[in-house]
């Protein structure tokens, strides 16, 4: 199965290194709001999620997620690779480049 990163914005802060939206076609689905993390020689994807706290602890709870863990990993494999071909894309100027009105709806 085919993924594709239709957008990248870096933000470098601790690990995050960029948000990233995610298609793959042949499910007909765009995910959107991936966090990139990247510490020492690790690299991790990070499901999108929100924030809340319990026993005066900030806890994540992600948006949505696999049963079963293997395909869970595969598809955060496959999206960072999809990133990492966006970057090399954008790094060469091929194809298009994020608009700067797009990484808005981050922040």
């Known amino acids: 199965m085919d993924f594709e990163c ?4 870096p933000y470098d802060k601790g690990s ?5 939206d995610i298609r793959v076609p042949k499910m007909g689905m765009t995910f959107y709001g991936f966090t990139v993390h990247e510490k020492g020689d690790q690299k991790w994807l990070a499901f999108p999620s929100r924030s809340y706290e319990k026993d ?4 994540w709870l992600p948006y949505f ?3 079963n863990q293997t395909h869970q ?3 955060k494999k496959k999206a960072l690779e999809a990133i ?3 970057q090399n894309c954008e790094n060469h100027n091929i194809g298009e480049n994020n608009n ?3 990484s808005q709806m981050y922040f």
Do not use: R, V
């Open 100 to 102: 700067e009105m797009d």
């Open 73 to 75: 990993e595969e598809f």
């Open 6 to 9: 239709i957008k990248f914005i």
């Open 16 to 20: 995050l290194k960029g948000f990233a």
């Open 65 to 67: 997620k696999f049963d």
């Open 84 to 86: 990492k071909t966006k």
């Open 56 to 59: 005066g602890e900030t806890k």
